[in-house]
C-alpha cells in the first residue's frame, strides 16, 4: 500500500496543478493580465501629495516610527508599517506602492472566488472584470496608500463569515483570519468600523434567526450549532477590538508624551518619553486621545440641508464608481437590494442568504451610519463599496437571465434562445467593462503639478555631491523618494540649480499650492537669481534655473 501510495504522488505532474475549467483558465490568465497592467501604473505614474507625504514622513523612516507616529489623520498607520518593511529592499516604488500593488492584484481574485460560492461561473467572472474596471478602484488600485489594502481586509472579512456561518465544524484559522482582517483594516483606516460594523451585524443576524429556527428547547440554546459560531464570532471580536484598542494605544502613548514633554508650560516639559509613558501613563494617553480626536479623519456637517447634501454625494459617489453611468449605477443597486431583501424573506435558510445579508448590511448599513453622524467622508473612503456595486451589477444581470431562460424553458425547448439569454448579459458585461477601462481618465496621472516637478527633477539630474535647494514641499518630497536625498535647505544662495514654480513668479500669489511654498515672489532673492542663473529647462508648472 505504501508503494502504490508514494507511486501515486510521483505520478502528479506540474499539468495537474494548472486549472484545467475554461473558466479557471481565462480567471487565471485575467489576473496575469491584471498584474502586468498593474506594474505599468505602479511604474508609469508619478506619486501625488498624499503618496509622497506619507512615504517623507512615515515609510521612508521604518516601521516602529511609522507605529507610533501620528501627526494628522493622513498616516494609515498600518499600511505605512506594512510599507515600511518592504521598503527596506532599498527601492522606493517598492516600499510606497508595493503593499497596494500586492492587494490590487489579490482583490479581483478575492471577488471572483467570493461571488463563484454564490454565483455561476461566467458572472461572478464578470463581477471580477466590473471590480477592476470601477474607476475609484482604478485610481487607488496601486496608491501608496490604505485604501486598496483596506479593501482587501474587507473582502477577506466577508469570505471568512461565509465559511464559519455555513461550516459544520470549528476551523480556528478561519477565525484568526477573521479577526486578522479586521484589526488590519481598522488599523489601517479607522473608516473601516463602517464595514466592520455592517458585516458582523449581518452574520450575527443570519446565525442568530438560524439559531432559533433551529433550537429543538432542549438544553443550553448557546450550545446548539448557529449559536457556538455566534459565540465564537463574539469572542473574535471582542478579542480583535482589544488587540485595535491596545495598537492605538501606543500612538496615543507616543503622540501624548511628545506633546507634553515639548510644551514649555507643561510640568513634564523636558522630561524624557520614556519616563513620562512609565510615572504617568493616563495622561499621555489622555493627551494623545484628545490630540487624535481633536483632528478627525472625518469632518462631521451640519444637520441642515444634510438630506440634499447627501443626495448630491450620493449621486458623485456613483459617478466616480464608473463614470457617465451614475444612473444606472444607483438604479441596478436598487434593483439588486430588492432581489436580495427578497430571497432572504422567501429563502432564508438557503446558504446562499449569508452572502444575501453581508450584501444587504453593507449596502444599507453605511449610508445609514453616515445620517446617523452627520457624516459626508472622502470618497476614496468608499474604494470597497466598489466591490458592492460590481457584485450588484453581475447579480441583476445573472437574475434577469435566469428568469428569462425559466420563462422560455416553459414555453417549450428553445435550447438555442435560452443560451443566448445566458451569453448576452456576460457578453453587456465584457462591453461595459471594455468601455470603461478605454477611458482616457483611467490613465491620467494622479496629479499634473507633482509629475512637472519630478519631471524637472529628472533634468537636474540631484545628487548628495551637489548644493541643493527646495522652494516647496512637493521638490523636498520627491527628491527623498526618487533620489534617496533628505533636503531642507531653502536658501537659495551658491546652489547648483534653483526649481521655481511658475507662481512663485507672480506678486501677491495665494492661490492653489501657495500651501505647499517655502518661498514666494516677495522672499526669492531675484535679483541674484537673475544675475546668477539661467533658465535651462522648463514646463507648464516649472522652471529650472542652473547656475
Known sequence: MLRESNESEESITLYDYLPQEPIDMVVVLTVIGMAFYYIWRANYLTPWYDELYTYYYFISRGPVYSAIHWPLPNNHVGYSVLSSLLNMFGNSYIGLRGVSFICAVINPILVYRLAKKFMEDWYAYGAMLLYFSCMLVNDLSIQG??????????????????????????????????????????????????????????????LIVNGYR?????????????????????????????????????IWLAVGSN???????SEFFGMSHVNLILSHPLRAAGEGLDYMLSQPYIQSVSRVGYFESFAEWSKNLSAF????????????????????????????????????????????????????????????????????TAVCFAYVLEHLSLMSRKLLKRKGDFSTARNLFASVPVIIIFAFVFIMITKPEYNAQYGERETNCYNALYIAHPSVQKNLCVLDCDQQYLLKFGWGIECENTDVTDCDYILVDRNMMEEGYNGPDFWKFYLTFETIPWDYVNSHYYIFYENEDFVLYKR
Request: proline share 2%.
Open 214 to 250: 433551529s433550537y429543538d428547547y432542549r438544553g443550553s440554546i448557546w450550545n446548539t450549532r448557529y449559536f457556538k459560531r455566534l459565540k465564537n464570532c463574539l469572542i473574535t471580536g471582542v478579542i480583535s477590538a482589544v488587540i485595535v484598542l491596545g495598537l492605538y494605544l501606543i
Open 145 to 206: 496608500r490604505g485604501y486598496t489594502l483596506g479593501t482587501t481586509c474587507f473582502l477577506i472579512t466577508l469570505r471568512q463569515l461565509t465559511y464559519i456561518c455555513r461550516s459544520e465544524e470549528f476551523k480556528l484559522f478561519d477565525y484568526i483570519l477573521f479577526g486578522g482582517s479586521m484589526i488590519l483594516g481598522l488599523y489601517t483606516l479607522p473608516s473601516s468600523i463602517y464595514w466592520v460594523v455592517c458585516s458582523c451585524l449581518a452574520a450575527a443576524v443570519f
Open 321 to 388: 464608481m464608473y463614470p457617465g453611468f451614475n444612473v444606472l449605477t444607483l438604479i441596478l443597486s436598487i434593483f439588486a437590494l430588492i432581489i436580495l431583501v427578497a430571497e432572504c424573506i422567501r429563502h432564508f435558510e438557503n446558504s446562499r442568504t449569508i452572502f444575501n445579508l453581508l450584501m444587504i448590511f453593507n449596502i444599507m448599513g453605511y449610508p445609514i451610519m453616515m445620517i446617523l453622524q452627520a457624516k459626508l467622508p472622502y470618497y476614496r473612503v468608499f474604494s470597497y463599496v466598489g466591490v458592492l
Open 259 to 265: 506633546l507634553l514633554v515639548k510644551d514649555d508650560s
